[in-house]
């Protein structure tokens, strides 16, 4: 086994949510170890969470800026591998741009930014410098979402003709944001959160969801986005229809408002052969109703899987592998991309299985669309 | 227990399907007693049909006028109470007409006719006439869609924010209609099935699922029809936006081409204190999720449902009832409204638990505006 | 169409239950028709339910031997095709063997009688009139449980090794017996009821699913049963470990203060290639887990089915069917027996498939060996 | 966050599985940390095991004395916390004992060992030293089954009445040990696995889990063991009766020929007031069916779980948590138990929970009488 491949990550300090899931998510293969960091935006908040997780003084940073200057000041073989950005949506530019200018390995969380001028620039650097830049859409590491895009990728439901999306959750169904809650209070922010409420938070898991399993490129969209609550300022709650350039038709729903639902993302994909579901919750299964005979119901750990869902498996069948182990899985891939970079090579075949900078940019296309559609008298808006 | 009541039948002959499914419906609780028909609008094949039902001679149409005139020469005391009318689309409307107008309590299959002049020409025949006219939206049957409704009105989840309806079926995914499949012969064709395909047959019974559960109306609506089979040249597919008046949301998904799928409808409403959620293919369960406790599952037969979900039932909890049983509680609330007529009163409160013409017409126009909707550029369509 | 059969019924008057399931079954297909009724043992009460459903008066009689003397008066045309028994268990004894020896076609409830001694009469009774006698072990209608009883027999999951069955209600979980719940009443009560509490009650329905589906012989079991409420003298809860002829183990479970459970009916059958479940609560679905593949779910209404499962189908798939028409589905096979046996013929395969004294004797020797056992200080107790 | 407690691992090596499973759920939360190591029985693959994980060669072992030796020649502050043990079954004895009697905490994974005698004595040995001794029985690390702990100890389901518990799976259902699986090899030799199959490896959690939620102490049992696959000398199916010291009742099943099951360890309680039903392959769920209103499912990560449940969540609601989690929650009580012993101090309320020693012993003495049930003539054997 390779040592651990060094990160450093920015933002997920104290009182951060996603911070430690992405942490956790990469101790648990032993792959990846964290040895520097700029943990908040606040100085003395980023020192005393680097401290928590037992960083040297000499890597645990006050700003990001410090950090990236100090990774540059070491020799290559010292070196962080990758950065790791898990800020609120408003930061991620900044400190991706610059990582990716320096030549350095990027993870971002989605939605990667504001705008696509943003996005674009970002491709263009991680382009520029040849490197790795990895965007965490983590529901794309589940063994089951990876089966099902085999399966539509493959044929086995023939041509696709149906999409349907949804992600449902329900802790923003009253103003938690005005009752202290740092998760609720940024993402309802336009100046933190971006153009976009669920669409931009959640939606853009769905969009993903839906191109990483089918490839399927959208043509038009036709969206109604609401902000439920009393004086919400971004979108609580959004549906769209969409036409693919197949001539698929496509229906995302998103909701932060349904009261009394979890996480509740799921999938559906009708082809003229059959059709295929899969829920977020229950990730372990994938329900394929082939056409021309009885309902199968496809478990992870199955010896019958594709490649793609073996090798994102770690446990036996009937002992379930769950959220963290799907987001560790994005981050091996973003590992083996970067094992292959170092080495000069492009990843093998079936390695380096992850969403990257093109999906992120793809990602906050689709919510300027969105928000678009939505805001026009003339409802399709078409995606070029 | 009262004498069942008598009535005649007006299509449901050989080949037919679900003018057999009405039959075992009324036949159910021995409440209902065919007498007469004219049970296909080949003369022939209707008296046949009508001998395999036992029907005496002199009752056994091969027209429906002859029916009706037949009727109206016996002494009321040996009349039908009521005619049931289950043949293709495109005959509902004169036939319910002419026994409307005679002064004959109807119930006629759904989508009730092809345009909203022909239904309102219903609504003002039977309101001139003072009859029952019932439509068979089977599915409002169910015990479990009405406790979902009194926990909807009486506020138990709060003020409705979104709705999710869908009705997905697999069996027009290939091009049946081309090989001898009698009901999808005439679903198919326009002259027949009317304006709409998958809309008018199932998506009429969404629509109306959602009415009746929510009493919501819909203010606007934003459609996207497809005919995916070669050759079809009605939808066979189509998604709606939906805004309701009272400022709710809704989604409103409908398909015959969803491989796989058999008879999956399905209604979610999230409102301020909570979700319900209901499946036509488990319907024994309704799935209660309110924002500050754990999900609840009601079972049918449980002592702590709402009088009408409990009036609808006839077995235990866990002897599960079924399609015919829903179906059946429809008829048992037109036998209901039927009686009451007959005794020159009102129902009382509880009785008569049926969708009546008003909902018939009501479907016709969501039909309509769904297909101006979809066919027109600018795609929000009013409801007035 | 033939004209229905003709029935009468003894028991199954006013407040009872089960009588009314076995009309509303019966009535469900058109196929039979109630003529005659002896319907309680209450001669008042009796005629009192003849008159609710409509019974002419010479035939709504006070007392069941008075049905019998009158049906044998009638000539052989206008005489009942077959008696349906449907009392209290005590009672079914002395009417069935009456009704087989006058050479009457008998549906009996189970379990068939309180001793083996008894059932054997009623074999012999049967046998030598040469008469149809069916049993209403009604969930052998449903058409999963003859799906998987052809599975298993055709081998698609290899020899049997274990067997699971479980039958578990929470209806007795109180004293209700005590609180004017009638069906409780004589169901606790040894005079009434016979040997055995639940074990005859549901665990008889257990027994004879097994056997159904498997064919299974038994050679020897273990028992414990236990009356969990106070003051209660027949068992209202019971385990048992089962072994085969064939090698196979058993477990069967039953309760009756199961709280919060229903009639959770299930069955598993584990084999060499794969395993069988089954669950009455959703009877339109069978799983099937082969050894070499995915889960697979077979829904009712299927084309891949087997003859016997889609010969007990009226509604297509997704259109569930429930309790009332796998009950109806028993009394069609008994049909089919009576139509063959008046012209003088055996059955034609597939048809006549309802159980018969046979298993209702197996049932009743089920009841006193798991008793025997239960009682004894050896438990393993030998079935010969 | 204080230091990683520091761990040896004996066994897991190479080839190994369970081994890696411990090593990913103690990675899990960043609180412990591998140093040392005698991976193998063999010592090269031993040592190439230790290379693999990065072990410094000189705390890389091949031999678990070397190890213990190693350990007591440095001093305290560099020593290791704990030893965790995941050998085949018949290696548990003597490691554990030694390392307890050296005054190490232990972690071992079950059954603990091959007799009772054994079992006492590593009891007596930690006692002796006031060590920590965990068992990793690693499915009552499960939130929801702390959940369901807690609400039977609380009488949220009222007295026990009757536990169902049971755990199928089918990957033994073949030869597979004469085929080169290295985990079927052992499990299926006396010599390795003890005196049962399946009863010791998979009942051996049943019963634990039955002892965990419930607390009820076994009175008697009565077993029935088969070897059904031809050519295997331990059980690999097993079905017994319980009767429980409170007048309760149980049925426990095993069985690892279940073709095509997984891991479906499954654990139902009845009591006078309601029923709890938990499956392992579901895990985030807990239903609760109350004598009194409708069923509740309760969702992990929900706010109105009891604090042992919101204690071992790391992440929201409907972010799925699995097993490793729930590993990893064992290790966690551990870690806390040996904080507080390093401390000199018992553990706070709610702390250190995870099963010990006792659970152990008792896991091996119900193997014992299982084996002496199904072995004996009597069926029903005491436990004492």
Known sequence: MMRPLRYA???GGRDAF?????RQA???DGRMQLVAGALSSDPDKARAS???LHLPDDRNHGRWQDLLDDELRRPPDQRIDFVCIVTPNHVHYPVALAFAEAGIHVVCDKPLTHTSV?????VRASGAAGTVFGVTYNYTGYPMVRQAREMVRSGAIGEVRKVVVEYHQGWLATQVERGGNKQADWRTDPARSGLAGAIGDIGSHAENLVATVTGLE???LCADLTAFVPGRRLDDDGNLLLRYRNGARGVLMTSQVAAGCENDLSLRVHGTLGSLAWRQEEPNLLLHAPIDGPRRVLTRGSPWLCD???RATRLPAGHPEAFLEAFANVYLGVAEGIRAAQAGRAPLPGEADYPTVHDGA????FIEKTVESAASAAKWTDWD
Request: charged residues 25%; aromatic residues 0%.
């Open 18 to 22: 996603i911070g430690g899931v992405h």
């Open 9 to 11: 990550m920015v933002g």
């Open 362 to 365: 793809r990602g906050v296309r």
């Open 50 to 52: 680097g401290r928590d």
């Open 218 to 220: 959208i043509e038009a």
């Open 118 to 122: 943003e996005a674009q620039a970002l």
């Open 26 to 28: 990469m101790a648990l």
């Open 308 to 310: 793609a869902a073996r």
